[in-house]
């Protein structure tokens, strides 16, 4: 498809278990950032990664918590040992990143993770 | 560091009401404003976006200005309808690689 495709659209867990959510941005889109958005609450950063660049991890909330991004495409957010607090709709967006002020971010729907 | 901040909700407004939702920012050059919707079960998509000083956005009915010398760039739009339903969230993207949102305005109208 044309947008930003994100999967499982809902995941139910147990606690301490692993989850990996994934993220399939749209085709020629460089630049892929991840976001957390709990229940009543706004978007919180989480990853951001643009081309073959280091990625900024800068809001990954604990060491439970890591991203990748093969080959500049698709990106997978893992959550380690999951806890009920990692409980909410985390978001991917795609960019095209051409310099200087960064474009419009693409949404994808989201997948909702429930830890019980 | 680069900031956006947005009035708190909810916001609950009769059909054809005049809408605002303000939003200020804070940030070192010369940030893109954007404002995007999120109806609800969907996800968050662009409503309108404005690029430099004195830009106006414009869609559906909806317009905001980029105000430099106010920092703001506040949501307006003249008669709101039922199908406005949804939360509106102000966000910023400055020179480095980094969007930052405001906290959502959730809207509520009512026939």
């Known amino acids: 498809g044309a947008g930003v495709s994100q999967s499982p659209s809902n995941k139910v867990t147990e606690k301490g278990k692993d989850v990996e959510l994934r993220c399939d941005p749209i085709?020629?889109?460089?630049?892929l950032y991840w976001y957390r958005q709990s229940l009543g609450q706004g978007l919180e950063f989480l990853i951001y990664f643009q081309g073959n660049s280091a990625p900024d991890k800068s809001g990954l909330p604990s060491d439970r918590f890591s991203a990748e991004r093969t080959g500049g495409s698709v990106s997978t957010l893992t959550i380690q040992r999951t806890q009920q607090e990692d409980s909410a709709v985390y978001l991917c967006?795609?960019?095209?990143?051409?310099?200087?002020?960064?474009?419009?971010?693409?949404f994808g729907e989201g997948s909702r993770l429930t830890v019980l | 560091g680069d900031s956006v901040t947005q009035m708190e909700g909810p916001v609950t407004l009769s059909e054809e009401a005049f809408l605002t939702i303000n939003c200020t920012y804070t940030?070192?050059?010369?940030?893109?404003l954007f404002w995007y919707v999120q109806y609800p079960g969907e996800g968050l998509q662009l409503l309108l976006k404005a690029t430099k000083a004195d830009d106006k956005g414009s869609n559906k009915g909806f317009e905001a200005t980029y105000r430099k010398e106010t920092t703001s760039f506040h949501l307006e739009k003249g008669s709101v309808q039922v199908s406005d339903s949804a939360v509106y969230f102000c966000?910023?993207?400055?020179?480095?690689?980094?969007?930052?949102f405001g906290t959502g305005t959730s809207l509520t109208v009512i026939p």
């Open positions: 085709s020629g889109h460089t630049a």
């Open positions: 967006a795609s960019s095209r990143r051409s310099g200087g002020n960064t474009g419009e971010l693409f």
């Open positions: 966000a910023l993207s400055g020179t480095g690689n980094q969007f930052y």
């Open positions: 940030a070192t050059g010369y940030p893109s």
